[in-house]
């Protein structure tokens, strides 16, 4: 059975580029390991929110395959 973990990051305005390199990074060889993801699946959309200003709400769903 694959292990399916659920990420769920707000990100501010304008920060969509910082946040999108920091999570190509996790492809590097510093970052390598014996479980690593199979497939990645990234979901963006705008949520307004009434406290704060317009943010970004990404969903980073990460696939893994069985132990």
Do not use: H, N, W
Not at 21 to 38: C, D, H, I, N, Y
Not at 39 to 66: D, G, I, M, N, Y
């Amino acid at each position: 059975m694959t292990v399916l973990a659920r990420f769920i990051y707000e990100v501010k305005p304008g920060r969509t580029g910082d946040f999108l390199e920091k999570l190509a990074q996790a492809g590097s060889p510093r970052f390598t390991s014996p479980v690593m993801p199979r497939a990645f699946k990234l979901f963006r959309c705008s949520v307004p929110r009434p406290e704060t200003e317009r943010l970004l709400s990404v969903e980073l769903l990460t696939e893994f395959l069985p132990l």
